[in-house]
């Protein structure tokens, strides 16, 4: 979040402090941990843990996924038109290096996503950055590894066509312009949109909403622009699981700007819930 304050028009919660501690064990779970182990050497160690701590700005409001929905055509509109600006402005801004995909600051991607969790041998320490080749290979690898798991070993017909096209539909079509890095959110969902200041007529209606602010940024990595729009794309079901998020998911797809829908929408195809093939 600090990175976003600091070269882009993002609305993000302000970051206040970040620290790191080994005495300031806020919930007591040194205490009620009896013996630990360094994760190296497998062997008991009395060394204290390392906590992380980062205090925001506190946001008064609710998130989409809990705020009403008995709004007024210009709160529904406010709420499209502010969310769109929050993603231009996110994949504005220019990559730090346009032939790395990574986190910020030339780090390797985080591990939870699972889209990178599968690194072939001999390289399962290897989580990036990558340049746009090497990470289409390994968005593959994860997408076979992780069907593979869910399925026992059985691939259908229809899956298998998929995984046949997928390298093509990621490479083949996708122009040079379309494979420099885009900062990502990778988790655009009801949950973690902040809608703040609605107003209520008397009829507890929404009326109007001062801000739309985006959070939970865990996930936040330079990635190929498809992957976001890909979310997004799944979002736009009216028969989604979060078909009361459609309405702003259409205008949010707009809103991203120059990207390839073919290699956008075949991978929402993967991912869609009734396909079982599932390449994140």
Not at 57 to 79: R, V
Request: aromatic letters at 12%; one cysteine or more.
């Amino acid at each position: 979040m600090i990175y976003l304050e600091r070269n882009s028009k993002v609305r993000v919660p302000k970051v206040y402090a970040a620290f790191t501690s080994q005495d300031l064990d806020q919930f007591g779970w040194d205490e009620k941990t009896d013996e630990k182990t360094d994760e190296k050497t497998d062997e008991k160690t009395d060394e204290k843990s390392t906590y992380y701590y980062l205090i925001t700005e506190f946001i008064e409001g609710g998130t989409i996924s809990n705020l009403s929905f008995d709004m007024t055509w210009a709160a529904n509109q406010k709420i499209e038109d502010l969310l769109a600006e929050q993603i231009r402005n996110l994949r504005s801004v220019p990559p730090e290096n346009p032939n790395l995909f990574g986190r910020i600051g030339g780090r390797e991607f985080p591990l939870r996503p699972a889209m990178f969790v599968s690194p072939p041998a001999p390289t399962f320490d290897d989580y990036g950055p990558w340049d746009y080749e090497t990470f289409v290979d390994r968005f593959l690898h994860s997408g076979l590894m992780n069907k593979l798991a869910q399925c026992d070993g059985k691939i259908t017909n229809l899956e298998r066509l998929m995984f046949d096209h997928a390298r093509s539909a990621m490479l083949d079509i996708v122009g040079l312009n379309e494979r420099q890095p885009v900062l990502s959110h990778l988790d655009i969902t009801p949950r973690n949109i902040m809608i703040k200041g609605a107003t209520y007529n008397e009829n507890n209606k929404v009326v109007d909403v001062e801000e739309v602010i985006l959070i939970d940024w865990e996930y936040m990595c330079w990635a190929p622009g498809w992957i976001e729009a890909a979310l997004i794309c799944l979002e736009t079901r009216p028969s989604g699981p979060q078909s009361t998020f459609s309405y702003y998911a259409n205008n949010a797809l707009s809103a991203m700007g120059h990207t390839n829908l073919l290699t956008a929408t075949f991978l929402a195809f993967c991912m869609d819930d009734h396909v079982t093939f599932q390449i994140v």
